[in-house]
């Protein structure tokens, strides 16, 4: 299996939390092959919201909630 990473992002109830305000609102960026695409497209994404502390994007393994058996590495 390959290693899905999702970015995704919106506004959280609060800048220590991943609480999303609003699921229906959420920005799914895209899912990527590989953590370095991956990163490139959160820190992009992260980057335009960056003045505002509510907003928080994210990179979730899909790999590793797929098949968690399976070790990281």
Do not use: C
Request: charged share 25%; aromatic share 6%; hydrophobic share 40%.
């Amino acid at each position: 299996m390959s290693k899905m990473h999702l970015v995704m992002g919106g506004r959280v109830t609060n800048p220590q939390t991943l609480e999303f305000q609003d699921l229906s609102a959420v920005d799914l960026v895209g899912v990527y092959p590989d953590y370095a695409s991956a990163e490139k497209a959160w820190r992009s994404a992260a980057q335009r919201t960056v003045d505002d502390a509510e907003m928080r994007y994210v990179i979730v393994h899909l790999h590793r909630l797929l098949e968690p058996e399976l070790p990281s590495a």
